[in-house]
């Protein structure tokens, strides 16, 4: 028995339960590339507390950017990430693609480095 969902075919020997978790796994790169840019945000519009500690505003600008940047490839990481999956997932196939995974976890790591350091420098 093959239904169809967007054109493909499902195998039906797919657990929902595993669609379903692929949906779960979107959903939390969704969040975190919200959470991102409201944090780039933040410090890009409201940086009250920093403004007295420092004297580069410009700074808090362009690290706010960089996150509200950093955000918006997260959640076009997790989309392409998630279309893959539930392409190979309804097609009974195996999930192997890491690399997308790695290379935005890297960028995320690298950013709240820069970001920590950036916070260490100006107090």
Avoid: C
């Amino acid at each position: 028995m093959n239904l169809t969902e967007g054109g493909l075919a499902i195998d039906h020997r797919t657990d929902p339960r595993v669609l379903l978790a692929n949906e779960r796994t979107f959903l939390s790169w969704i969040r975190t590339g919200i959470s991102l840019m409201a944090f780039g945000f933040v410090i890009s519009k409201f940086d009250l507390f920093l403004h007295y500690r420092t004297h580069h505003p410009l700074h808090e600008q362009v690290l706010g950017l960089i996150l509200v940047g950093t955000g918006i490839v997260v959640i076009a990481g997790g989309t392409i990430h998630f279309e893959r999956n539930q392409r190979q997932l309804i097609k009974g196939e195996t999930v192997a693609h890491t690399k997308l995974i790695i290379s935005l976890g890297t960028v995320v790591a690298t950013l709240g480095v820069v970001v920590f350091f950036y916070l260490v420098t100006i107090g």
